[in-house]
């Protein structure tokens, strides 16, 4: 963006495919960490008197237009932390994109309507996508990708929007890939991985890859219950996939073979219930070794040995990467393992990155200040995807 800049874009429309895909509750953004990392590129393009079209995706709309999915909390967040009023059109490429652009004046900002709205946004037709691409790029003279979330998503505002005009990549974009690059390239040691989240069969890919990469492993989340089955214990309730046992248990020996620490819960809290996440009603779980599950209890979290246990094996990390929640954070009974994870990276030394999603919007609502990690990604499936070596097609459409 840098060369764009010096390049001058005074006056010049640009299209900015930013991720604002932000969790909301009835219409309200709870964690509106995606929209404030977008802001440098936005701010410098609407300084150098550009005019900024910023575009995103929502949720999985199914190819309509959707209210539930609507962008415009994000478009009124993005001008409250500009300071400026936003514009906001109702379509993508309809009429109202079209007049809300044209009406643009030089350093003022719009935001478009949720692109999935149309079905070429994700269309797997090539055709489809393209058509779609040539009605996004007559909104713009210029592309700005900073969308990082997305980047590994084959979309027409990702991919083939930026063959057809010329592009950059944004602050956003350059910041996170050079972070990545630290570990994956010439990485410092003893390099930890914590991964958690609900399923094993999304984290397969980076496991396979970090086998061969990290020195310890720390398992927690929904995904441990499937290694702790595979190791032969009983898990009651909880969260399960039979199907992926096979893989984990190579996954367990291959560990073994290769020196890689593989470290699962050594205790679990559980209940007979899920909690209620609403009303966060109070629900009395007990803590029980991690091969003693009852039959009819669910395990919710990560117990207190396993936290002490965690927390040591991450105090002496030089690097640390940490995907995915160690329980059902988002109520307070099941919130202690996340937070003692959390905690453990902000007291160790160790160059900390926190990818996407859950454990970022975690490490905010549990009330941990963001500056105090290294970096948190904006990107969940993105940022995994990075680490699994694979072509990402957001990153390749704009290196050519
Ligand atoms: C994310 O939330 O990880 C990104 O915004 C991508 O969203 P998607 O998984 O719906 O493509």
């Known amino acids: 963006i840098d060369e764009l800049l010096s390049e001058g874009v005074a006056g010049r429309r640009v299209f900015v495919r930013a991720d604002l895909n932000v969790p909301l509750e009835s219409g ?32 999985r709309p199914k190819g309509a237009p959707d209210p539930a999915f609507s962008l415009a909390p994000a478009a009124s967040r993005l001008g409250e932390l500009l300071g400026s009023a936003v514009a ?24 478009i309507e949720n692109l999935r709205f149309n079905p070429g946004e994700t269309s797997k037709d090539d055709a489809e996508r393209g058509a779609f691409a040539d009605q996004l790029a007559e909104l713009a003279d210029l592309y700005v990708g900073d969308g990082f979330g997305a980047v590994h998503r084959k979309h027409a505002s990702v991919y083939d929007l930026p063959a057809r005009l010329p592009h950059a990549a944004g602050h956003l974009i350059a910041t996170e890939v050079g972070v990545l690059k630290k570990l994956t390239e010439d990485v410092q040691r003893p390099y930890v991985v914590a991964l958690g989240g609900a399923k094993v069969s999304d984290k397969l890919a980076v496991i396979d890859e970090l086998l061969g990469k990290a020195d310890r492993l720390l398992i927690g989340g929904g995904m441990a219950y499937t290694f702790l089955k595979a190791k032969g214990h009983e898990v009651g309730i909880s969260l399960l996939q039979e199907d992926q046992i096979p893989a984990v248990t190579e996954y367990i020996e291959r560990a073994e073979k290769t020196g890689v620490e593989l470290v699962l819960p050594v205790d679990v809290l559980v209940s007979p219930e899920f ?90 609502l549990l009330g941990f200040d963001e500056d105090a990690f290294g970096h948190i990604s904006t990107g969940g499936g993105a940022s995994l995807e990075y680490l699994e070596g694979k072509t990402l097609p957001g990153l390749a459409a704009l290196e050519d």
């Open 28 to 59: 309200t953004i709870t964690d509106d960490g995606r929209i404030r990392a977008v802001l440098p590129t936005v701010k410098a393009l609407a300084d150098a008197g550009a005019k900024v079209v910023v575009a995103s995706h929502l949720g």
């Open 275 to 364: 909690p209620d996440l609403k009303t966060k009603a109070p629900t009395h779980p007990t803590t029980v070794a991690a091969d003693a599950i009852p039959a009819d209890q669910e395990g919710l979290d990560i117990g207190p040995e396993t936290r002490k246990l965690y927390a040591s094996k991450l105090a002496d990390a030089a690097t640390v990467f940490w995907n995915g929640p160690m329980g059902v954070f988002e109520h307070p009974d099941y919130a202690e393992g996340t937070k003692a994870v959390a905690q453990a990276l902000l007291d160790s030394r160790a160059f900390t990155v926190v990818g996407g999603g859950d454990s970022a919007a975690a490490v905010r």
């Open 88 to 111: 906001f059109a109702t379509d993508t490429v309809g009429e109202s994109a079209r007049s809300t652009v044209a009406g643009l004046s030089d350093g003022q900002v719009a935001v």
